[in-house]
């Protein structure tokens, strides 16, 4: 195995773990008061290191994310751009995850100068969103995202969102398909994270595989039944979609040995397996950008297991239909359940049953019997 995949390796560089914003179920358990930003340093050490470890032939791809990112301010991402420009004619990809709220015209024109796309979270039409993703003092936050989306539309940019389930939003799917239709967003659903807030929230908040999978049994309904008039994308769907026809897994919780394809790096500059896992999880911090190369952090020992994990590695997957297309799921979603990573994802019967109903309906369409 090459020690990076055929796509190029994505770094989930956090910038900060603050947030204006202070959303039931944030996967950080941040204090608005820190207002700690990634260094200099960390920033220069972790876009040089990130290209020189990709090589030649693969150029790396950012995703800015947080806490919120845009409290660095935009000269943060000005000195980003600068760092990057040493490497040309390397390819530049970059996202930024961000709630919105602080989007201003100047940022946008510099994000679309320097083709950063942007994503969002939305749980929904306002009654919903504001059940969970709110400000300090618990102030619904869905008409200063909207406005954020809204600037970001009269600027002729693309528009994508997160959507996560929760026992809030999670009997509302026909609400919320609709009002991501009418907005003309398009969304990916992920479920709720078992970490950060989200711990001392879970007992309210958190759904289980089974209201998982009836959720997004009901959005491939919707989505399936109004392709002809489709004018958005729901990641999730069509992603579950192509694992079922193609047999070749698409989106992050299915990839085989995704951790031959990210890293993520903390505002410290600690190194985790993804963004799911951080302070919180300091068995699984693999070293320090601004202390140990690339080279040496793939070397590490818990590193090196994690490249491991397989679904023939799994035992409750061995003999699972669709192991060759979810590959054991997510590692952190395993983690959560009890602890033990090499186990199966928390969600996995959730999965079991859209895929089962996905196939059904393929083969009923194609005319397939049996």
Known sequence: MERINQRGLGIISKVTESCNLACKYCYAEHD???????????????????????????????????GEPLLGGLEFFKNVIKIQDKFKPHKISNVIQTNATLINDEILDFFIQNNIHVGTSIDGPEEIH?????????????????????????????????????????????????????ENIGFKANPLIKCGRAIKNYEDLSITPKEYGKALIKLFDLWYNDFDNMNFSCDTVEELLGNITTAHPRGCDFSEGC?????????????????????????????????????DIFEEKTKKKLLERTADAIEGCRPCEYKQICNGGCMHNAYMKNGNIMDKDFYCAGYKMVLNHIKSVVKKDLGITG
């Open 32 to 66: 608005n008061k820190i207002k700690s930003i990634m260094s200099d340093e960390t920033l220069e050490n972790t876009i040089t290191k990130c290209y020189e470890f990709s090589g030649e032939r693969k150029d790396p791809h950012f995703i800015w994310h947080g």
């Open 130 to 182: 504001n059940l969970t993703r709110i400000y300090w003092g618990s102030t619904g936050a869905f008409k200063d995202v909207m406005g954020g989306v809204e600037k970001m539309r009269k600027k002729g940019m693309d528009i994508g969102a997160i959507v996560v389930l929760n026992k809030k939003n999670v009997n509302h799917i026909s609400e919320i398909y609709e009002f991501f239709k009418r």
């Open 259 to 295: 951790q031959g394809s990210y890293i993520s790096v903390s505002p410290n500059g600690e190194v985790y397996p993804c963004g799911r896992f951080g302070s919180d999880t300091p068995d699984y911090c693999l070293g320090n950008i601004n202390k140990n190369s690339l080279d």
